[in-house]
């Protein structure tokens, strides 16, 4: 069996995070990483204490991806790991974002503010504002 590579490491690890997700429409995970080391994880779900969408429904089941995303009553991975590394006390400047998903337009705003430097993503998303964030603000998103 072959070692696995930094980002196929990486990469597995945000996977395995997106399976504690409780979103009925798409299952995502992520961990920040800096220096080889990982900083904070996160997958989609509803805030704690109250009932996620696999025990409640779906707010959005008939909207579109990568539309209306203030009527989902989830969190987004990207915000949790952010949320997590705040609650925490840890330092996320300056490091690299795996996720099994592109980050749509509101993550993409916080992780510009957070100081993401690179992003790396298994599976695309249709949301085009958030890739022109992205590339504004002169982060690197490339696909896994």
């Not at 690890?13 to 996160?42: H, M, P, W």
């Not at 996620?52 to 909207?63: A, K, P, Q, S, T």
Request: a positive charge.
């Amino acid at each position: 069996m072959a070692r696995p590579s930094w980002n196929e490491y990486f990469m597995t690890i945000a996977e395995l995070v997106s399976k504690r997700s409780t979103c009925l429409r798409r299952q995502v995970g992520c961990i920040l990483v800096k220096d080889k080391r990982i900083l904070s994880t996160g997958y989609n779900g509803a805030p704690s204490g109250i009932p996620h969408c696999e025990e409640v429904g779906c707010l959005r089941e008939d909207i579109p991806p990568g539309e209306r995303h203030e009527l989902c009553r989830g969190l987004h991975a990207e915000q949790n790991a952010i949320i997590q590394a705040a609650t925490f006390g840890v330092n996320i400047t300056g490091s690299t974002l795996y996720s099994t998903h592109q980050p749509c337009s509101v993550c993409a705003k916080m992780l510009v503010n957070a100081g993401i430097k690179k992003i790396i993503i298994k599976e695309g998303y249709p949301d085009k504002l958030a890739k022109e964030i992205l590339h504004s603000a002169n982060i690197e998103a490339v696909k896994f």
